[in-house]
């Protein structure tokens, strides 16, 4: 990768974004004055619904929002800048949109070896926050539903339908059971990595994939309150802010303080070059939060072994914006993905053909292998959504083993346990253009996941598994911070709890012999980025704004309409 690429989006990011009231998110500072907005407000002190009310006077109070301590306000844009001088108010943001982001990718990740040795998810129970969860045959155990909770936060409906045709697709990758797909009227099975999951939905995203911050953020606090083991959002939105003050962010963190795995996409916007960082430093929000385990995605090339899997061009890649925060932490198979259907109704089914997977049944009278009609139980999705449910399959395994696991520990195993052995490259041309990928540590993380190996690993976190950050020491050289994120020590600190297995090997970091995590040292001095680096990642450290005309997420971002960000993602 040219490090002038990469060298290029340190210095920059700060000083365009947080120019003017350092309390307000930028895109209030230029609001009419004359009209109300809808805005997440965070304090300072533990909330309550006294401080909520005496903070923001002459505004409503549309909701309460624990996990990102504050609340969802309507109030009028000309409070924006007092309500912002008072001291009690911590950042002012938007609620700002978003939207959502197997037979050969189970053993593909050897969580089918897993459940050979009874490994199936019994006794946890997975979070789906997206846009709801059709109950399928696939979703039962002995006619019993495993879906234990459901609860709609879309303003104006209270089914827990998935309209959409997302979240019961991401709902069948973590916890399908395969039951619509197996007998002998079958060829395929098509089953989930956690196969006994219990599922709580909890819909978030309307019809059309939509939703906002608030949503999410409602959503997290009643996953914190029901105790869930873990949560999954395969949705995203882009970056505006450090991740210290992004509301969502901030409630993600919450949930993991409070002891729950969050397994978040990492994006899929790798194929945007209109801020010249060709895909680097896309990670959305909140994959950006150096707590979470944020997940890509590869290509499983429908095969059963990984050697010629490849990174799905389109998969997001770090460091994050703003903060620079290493990401993504893992990559697992999430393109062509098959999964439950919701409906022939769902808007994903109707939209395009594309999608439609041809039926495994085989005719009574002939027994024949050949594919029957279209199938009305699964279809085929692709991009980093349907990767990040993989990795709470993988997540729910290890807690099935060990439920006194912490959230650290299973974010530790799992990258440390994930393959280290990359091709140095990969090309795909389509109609779009012709796209490289390079397989440094901000593409493919710590590694691809493997199910088997992570339940194997005995390690466990006595400090916290949190991503660390890229620094620019000299101008080309970027390398991987010590030990600390704001102050916190991190599980890889100085003193290294794994021996001197690599967390990182030398194929994820740099083209030198001296790996990141060496025997001597747990971030060892080795540059990610040699002289000899392939190109690739301008503006990350540059000067130029990444707002803009020419911004990271412009008008060529390929997740700007919700319509593509799925289905036209396939390679």
Not at 6 to 18: E, I, K, P, W, Y
Not at 197 to 221: E, F, M, Y
């Amino acid at each position: 990768m040219n490090t002038k690429i990469l060298a290029g989006l340190l210095l920059a990011t700060a000083s365009g974004l947080f120019a003017g009231n350092a309390k307000l998110a930028h895109e209030l500072e230029s609001i009419d004055p004359n009209g109300s907005v809808d805005v997440i407000v965070q304090l300072k002190h533990p909330v309550n619904d006294g401080l909520l009310s005496s903070v923001v006077r002459g505004g409503e109070l549309k909701k309460k929002l624990n996990a990102a301590n504050g609340g969802l306000y309507r109030l009028p844009a000309n409070m924006l800048k007092s309500l912002a001088s008072d001291p009690e108010v911590v950042y002012i943001s938007p609620d700002r949109p978003l939207k959502g982001l197997l037979e050969y990718a189970e053993p593909t990740i050897n969580a089918n070896i897993a459940l050979q040795n009874g490994w199936s998810g019994t006794g946890v129970t997975v979070a789906i926050i997206d846009s709801g969860i059709t109950v399928s045959g696939d979703l039962q155990e002995l006619l019993l539903n495993r879906i234990s909770y459901s609860k709609s936060f879309v303003p104006g409906s209270n089914s827990t339908q998935d309209a959409y045709g997302h979240g019961t697709h991401v709902a069948g990758i973590v916890g399908g059971n395969g039951s619509n797909s197996s007998g002998l009227l079958y060829t395929h099975s098509f089953v989930g990595i956690a196969p006994n999951v219990k599922l709580v939905n909890l819909r978030v995203l309307d019809q059309n994939g939509q939703g906002t911050d608030s949503q999410v953020i409602a959503a997290i606090d009643e996953a914190i309150a029901l105790k869930v083991d873990i949560i999954n959002l395969s949705l995203g939105r882009p970056v505006f802010e450090s991740y210290t003050v992004d509301p969502l962010c901030q409630a993600v963190e919450q949930a993991w303080k409070a002891g729950i795995v969050v397994v978040v996409a990492a994006g899929n916007d790798g194929r945007v070059n209109t801020a010249g960082t060709h895909g680097y430093a896309t990670i959305t929000a909140p994959g950006n939060d150096p707590y979470v385990i944020t997940v890509g995605a590869m290509k499983d090339q429908a095969t059963l072994t990984r050697s010629d899997d490849t990174i799905a061009s389109y998969s997001s890649k770090g460091p994050t914006i703003l903060d620079h925060i290493v990401k993504p932490d893992v990559v697992a198979p999430g393109n062509n993905i098959n999964s439950m259907l919701a409906g022939t109704n769902a808007t994903l089914y109707q939209t395009s053909t594309t999608l439609l997977e041809k039926s495994y049944y085989m005719s009574l009278p002939e027994l024949s292998l050949s594919p029957g009609p279209y199938s009305n139980n699964y279809f085929k999705l692709s991009g980093t959504s349907m990767a990040a449910p993989m990795v709470s399959g993988i997540a729910a395994l290890l807690l099935q083993k060990d439920p006194t696991l912490t959230p650290d520990t299973i974010k530790a195993r799992i990258m440390k346990t994930a393959t280290k052995t990359f091709p140095a490259s990969s090309t795909v041309t389509d109609s779009t253009g012709t796209y490289i990928d390079y397989y440094d540590i901000f593409t493919v993380g710590a590694g691809y996941v493997d199910a088997w190996a992570a339940l194997n690993c005995t390690d466990r976190a006595t400090l916290p598994a949190l991503s660390p950050t890229a620094v620019q020491t000299a101008p080309g050289v970027v390398k991987i911070s010590n030990t600390s994120i704001g102050g916190t020590a991190a599980v890889w600190g100085s003193a290294a709890v794994w021996g001197s297995a690599a967390v990182w090997g030398s194929t994820v970091t740099d083209e030198s012999t001296a790996a990141v995590w060496g025997s001597a040292a747990v971030w060892g001095s080795a540059a990610v980025w040699g002289s000899n680096a392939p190109a690739g990642t301008a503006a990350v450290w540059g000067s130029a704004a990444v707002w803009g005309s020419t911004a990271v997420w412009g008008s060529s971002t390929a997740d700007t309409d919700a319509s593509n960000v799925l289905y036209n993602l396939t390679e």
